[in-house]
């Protein structure tokens, strides 16, 4: 069975750091892309990054490039996102999932394309 789940969230004054984790079982990371998405109270899910388990080849959203980098460490079937430069606005569920597939890229980002997903974990910014 496959299973995601995501764990690491907490609160964090702006400007501080986290790291999230996300922990596969069930299958194997490679052929399969991970992402990670965010859903703030009230606004819509949104991709916030994702990664090849075959290539190690990643996609950002533009709200987070530059701050957030995700890595993978297939041996441990964990993905992670440190989280650097937190700003009040990435307050969010934040949870991770899983699609069979090699493509990287913006549409990488679409909540549609996973078939797999786990259970969030709450990340607060204060500011």
């Known amino acids: 069975e496959v299973q995601l789940q995501a764990f690491g969230g907490g609160l964090v004054q702006a400007g501080g750091s986290l790291r999230l984790s996300c922990a596969a079982s069930?299958?194997?990371?490679?052929?399969?892309?991970i992402g990670w998405f965010r859903q703030a109270q009230g606004k819509e899910r949104e991709g916030v990054s994702c990664?090849?388990?075959?290539?190690?080849?990643?996609y950002y959203a533009d709200s987070v490039k530059g701050r957030f980098t995700i890595s993978t460490d297939n041996n441990k079937n964990t993905v992670y996102l440190q989280m650097n430069s937190l700003k009040p606005e990435d307050t969010a569920v934040y949870s991770c999932?899983?699609?069979?597939?090699?493509?990287?890229?913006?549409?990488?980002?679409?909540?549609?394309?996973?078939?797999?997903w786990g259970q969030g974990t709450q990340v607060t910014v204060s500011s």
């Open positions: 990664i090849s388990g075959s290539d190690a080849s990643t």
């Open positions: 999932a899983a699609y069979y597939g090699h493509y990287i890229g913006p549409y990488s980002l679409n909540a549609d394309e996973y078939r797999y």
């Open positions: 069930g299958f194997s990371f490679v052929g399969y892309a």
